[in-house]
């Protein structure tokens, strides 16, 4: 099960810190991300991290803005989203896979539930 939190109402400059907290399973040597979906829009792919944490993918609109870790020893995966703009308001949604390639391409085997985003103007 992953649960993610941390989401909430900004205005636009802020930031916010998103977590998706594992448990059932150790999620050690799998690989991490996040998705997000706003109203009338498909999901898409916002983050991802390797079970190491040695490598980080970022789509082309957060990145620089926003920053994907983990603690393996906590079985947990964040999102610290800053400059945040209303834009990125969406619902967003961990997602936990064997492969980076697999969680890139929004085929992920495991999903949180998501966490509301909102950024005011």
């Known amino acids: 099960q992953l649960q993610a939190s941390g989401g909430g109402l900004v205005q636009a400059g802020g930031s916010l810190r998103l977590s998706c907290a594992a448990s059932?399973?150790?999620?050690?040597?799998?690989?991490m991300g996040w998705f997000r979906q706003a109203p009338g829009k498909e999901r898409e792919f916002v983050a991802a991290i390797s079970w190491s944490g040695g490598s980080t993918y970022y789509a082309g609109s957060v990145k620089g803005r926003f920053t994907i870790s983990r603690d393996n020893a906590k079985n947990t995966v964040y999102l610290q989203m800053n400059s945040l703009k209303p834009g990125d308001t969406a619902v967003y949604y961990c997602a936990v896979d064997n492969l980076p390639s697999t969680v890139l391409a929004g085929k992920a085997h495991y999903w949180g539930q998501g966490t509301q985003v909102t950024v005011s103007s």
């Open positions: 059932g399973r150790t999620f050690s040597s799998y690989a």
